[in-house]
């Protein structure tokens, strides 16, 4: 977290606050604010804003300059003073007021609260729930740990963002983190149904539902299953059909099956350079220090054997016939250069399932990391979908 005068900015919550109130700022913005903020040793050039916020050198300048002129607005500086952001004429800007940065949240996180629920065939499903007001649920994605995940880079601005004003419900599907490992062969059938057992466990009669990368073809198979209890539906980074289910031609084929052969490989050796290969497909906008945490994260979440499963299981799922009998309002969001889900998954997502926006991100990310740009759109669009739902409810019982 960043304070300067009587303003606090605070990158991972996506918040601004003045005086102690939030102050309301559009994703661009606070995007741009941050930016300076972080790189406030120097003056940071208009090219460089461009390209980091619009991932392109050939939008107007004006563009650019209304935003600046938003962010001064929000923060009490203006053009004339110029006492926060400094204009460098025909190079850039600088963030000239003095900063102090905090690594302690503003906010104490609410802690999140462990159970345990028993799927029809007696595998043991851990499942845990944080925050407080509407539900919303996550459903599992790829090596998923309750605990770990909570303090872990890549997930933690996650999970606070999603808890924010809800009450999040999240679990780990069989074969990893705190669910039970030794469970025999994986199916496509008993991760739904572990999604069904969760959601009755935790009394959710009607709720969001969140499907991020294949945890997004479960949430699918669900909302069509269970048309009554799912209010609305996100999909972020999903896809209805996995790389071998989607391989038509000679070629995808055979890249599909090295991509098995890969995983394969490189989970059965404790040589980090194959793993390495995952994890520049997942973040390749990312540091080191952010692929080393993936990759710990993911050598503790589950055994060898299950990552093997799970890789076969996830490259041949198809609820590519489901997605046109989701019958609730439902949002895609894709990073537009993601490696390891095609944007063209994302559109035909978006085609197939009725009432569905699309909404691309300027991002390569697979998960969205917290200091990218595209987190705070990412946040945004998803905060402002899940507050309609909040707002209709609202209406309904007026």
Same mark, same amino acid.
């Given at each position: *977290?960043?304070?300067?005068?009587?303003?606090?900015?605070?990158?991972?919550?996506?918040?601004?606050?003045?005086?102690?109130?939030? =102050?309301?700022?559009?994703?661009?913005?606070?995007?741009?604010?941050?930016?300076?903020?972080?790189?406030?040793?120097? !003056? !940071?050039? +208009? &090219?460089?804003?461009?390209? +980091?916020?619009?991932?392109?050198?050939?939008?107007?300048?004006?563009?650019?300059?209304?935003?600046?002129?938003?962010?001064?607005?929000?923060?009490?500086?203006?053009?004339?003073?110029?006492?926060?952001?400094?204009?460098?004429?025909? @190079?850039?800007?600088?963030? @000239?007021?003095? @900063?102090?940065?905090?690594?302690?949240?503003?906010?104490?996180? @609410?802690?999140?609260?462990?159970?345990?629920?028993?799927?029809?065939?007696?595998?043991?499903?851990?499942?845990?729930?944080?925050?407080?007001?509407?539900?919303? *649920?996550?459903?599992?994605?790829?090596? &998923?740990?309750?605990?770990?995940?909570?303090?872990?880079?890549?997930?933690?601005?996650?999970?606070?963002?999603?808890?924010?004003?809800?009450?999040?419900?999240?679990?780990?599907?069989?074969?990893?983190?705190?669910?039970?490992?030794?469970? /025999?062969?994986?199916?496509?059938?008993?991760?739904?149904?572990?999604?069904?057992?969760?959601?009755?466990?935790?009394?959710?009669?009607?709720?969001?539902?969140?499907?991020?990368?294949?945890?997004?073809?479960?949430?699918?198979?669900?909302?069509?299953?269970?048309?009554?209890?799912?209010?609305?539906?996100?999909?972020?980074?999903?896809?209805?059909?996995?790389?071998?289910?989607?391989?038509?031609?000679?070629?995808?084929?055979?890249?599909?099956?090295?991509?098995?052969?890969?995983?394969?490989? /490189?989970?059965?050796?404790?040589?980090?350079?194959?793993?390495?290969?995952?994890?520049?497909?997942?973040?390749?906008?990312?540091?080191?220090?952010?692929?080393?945490?993936?990759?710990?994260?993911?050598?503790?979440?589950? %055994?060898?054997?299950?990552?093997?499963?799970?890789?076969?299981?996830?490259?041949?799922?198809?609820?590519?016939?489901?997605?046109?009998? #989701?019958?609730?309002?439902?949002? =895609?969001?894709? %990073?537009?250069?993601?490696?390891? =889900?095609?944007?063209?998954?994302?559109?035909?997502?978006?085609?197939?399932?009725?009432?569905?926006?699309?909404?691309?991100?300027?991002?390569?990310?697979?998960? #969205? &990391?917290?200091?990218?740009?595209?987190?705070? =759109?990412?946040?945004?669009?998803?905060?402002?979908?899940?507050?309609?739902?909040?707002?209709?409810?609202?209406? *309904?019982?007026?």
């Amino acid at each position: *977290m960043y304070l300067f005068d009587d303003c606090e900015v605070d990158p991972q919550r996506f918040e601004l606050r003045k005086a102690g109130r939030p =102050v309301h700022v559009e994703p661009q913005a606070f995007a741009l604010l941050t930016y300076l903020v972080r790189h406030r040793d120097r !003056v !940071v050039a +208009k &090219t460089e804003l461009l390209d +980091k916020l619009w991932r392109s050198r050939y939008v107007s300048e004006s563009a650019l300059t209304s935003r600046v002129k938003a962010v001064r607005r929000a923060i009490g500086d203006d053009g004339q003073r110029q006492r926060v952001i400094a204009t460098v004429h025909g @190079v850039g800007y600088r963030f @000239v007021a003095p @900063v102090r940065d905090t690594d302690e949240p503003p906010v104490a996180r @609410v802690p999140q609260q462990i159970r345990y629920c028993t799927a029809p065939d007696g595998v043991r499903v851990a499942y845990a729930v944080s925050g407080a007001g509407p539900p919303l *649920m996550k459903a599992a994605n790829w090596l &998923t740990h309750l605990d770990l995940e909570w303090t872990n880079p890549i997930w933690a601005h996650w999970l606070d963002t999603l808890a924010r004003g809800r009450t999040l419900v999240r679990y780990d599907e069989r074969g990893c983190g705190l669910s039970d490992w030794d469970i /025999g062969e994986f199916s496509f059938e008993a991760w739904v149904d572990d999604l069904a057992c969760v959601a009755d466990a935790a009394g959710l009669e009607r709720f969001s539902l969140l499907g991020v990368s294949q945890g997004g073809a479960v949430a699918i198979a669900y909302a069509v299953r269970h048309p009554e209890r799912v209010e609305r539906l996100v999909l972020a980074g999903a896809y209805s059909r996995g790389r071998s289910a989607r391989a038509a031609t000679p070629e995808e084929k055979e890249e599909a099956e090295l991509d098995l052969q890969l995983g394969r490989i /490189g989970w059965r050796h404790e040589d980090p350079t194959f793993r390495q290969v995952f994890a520049s497909q997942f973040l390749p906008d990312a540091d080191r220090e952010l692929w080393d945490a993936f990759n710990d994260l993911q050598r503790q979440s589950t %055994s060898t054997e299950n990552v093997v499963k799970f890789l076969d299981v996830f490259s041949h799922i198809d609820v590519s016939a489901l997605a046109p009998s #989701v019958r609730c309002p439902t949002l =895609v969001l894709h %990073s537009r250069r993601d490696l390891r =889900v095609p944007v063209s998954q994302a559109i035909e997502l978006a085609t197939s399932i009725p009432d569905c926006q699309l909404r691309l991100l300027d991002s390569g990310n697979h998960i #969205v &990391t917290a200091d990218e740009p595209a987190w705070p =759109v990412f946040f945004a669009e998803l905060s402002g979908f899940l507050d309609a739902e909040a707002a209709e409810l609202r209406t *309904m019982e007026a």
